[in-house]
């Protein structure tokens, strides 16, 4: 077996990583979408701190309210279709240098929101920063992973 492939050796403390990252995302994720639910008000955003706004609204979309009004089957579809390649290439490339960090975020996000689309038809963004879509914790690992995904694929790893 190759250094690249998952199981026993060195590719186990990374699937553990990510596993580790992907359930605090999804928990903390789950717990501010439900103390926002909890104590905001929806329609009516508080003030946070330099011009950030607390609200409480509902996407029916993907991440920053795209796909808004698509089906939840083409977004279940498109979420699932979506984790598993990633999964798979973590599960070929596991020993890859801080792969498991951009796992864990896309991973735990995904699933934070794939929670609430299930549980409420909907997903709970509560951050609105200037005239850019609310979004939430789980949307931010989620674009924090991806763009730790394409450093990682523009990363030289020697000579080819």
């Known amino acids: 077996m190759g250094d690249d492939h998952a199981g026993p050796g060195p590719a186990s403390p990374a699937w ?3 596993l580790a990252l992907t359930g605090l995302v999804f928990a903390l994720d789950q717990i501010t979408k439900q103390a926002v ?3 905001v008000a929806k329609g009516d955003p508080v003030d946070a701190i330099f011009g950030v706004k607390i609200s409480n609204v509902r996407n029916d979309g993907i991440a920053f309210g795209l796909l808004q009004g698509a ?8 979420t699932i279709g979506a984790l598993a390649m990633l999964v798979a290439y973590f599960a ?7 792969l498991w960090l951009a796992v864990g975020l896309v991973v735990g996000g995904a699933l934070g929101n794939l929670a609430d689309r299930i549980r409420a038809g909907a997903v709970t963004d509560y ?4 005239s850019w879509p609310a979004f939430n914790l789980a949307d931010a690992a ?19």
Do not use: I, K, M, Y
């Open 71 to 78: 089906a939840d089957g083409v977004v279940l579809a498109l």
């Open 142 to 160: 989620v674009t924090c992973g991806v763009l730790l995904l394409a450093l990682s694929f523009l990363r030289e790893e020697g000579p080819r």
């Open 92 to 98: 070929a490339h596991a020993t890859r240098p801080g």
């Open 37 to 39: 639910v909890d104590h």
């Open 16 to 18: 553990a990583w990510a």
């Open 127 to 130: 951050v609105l920063v200037g």
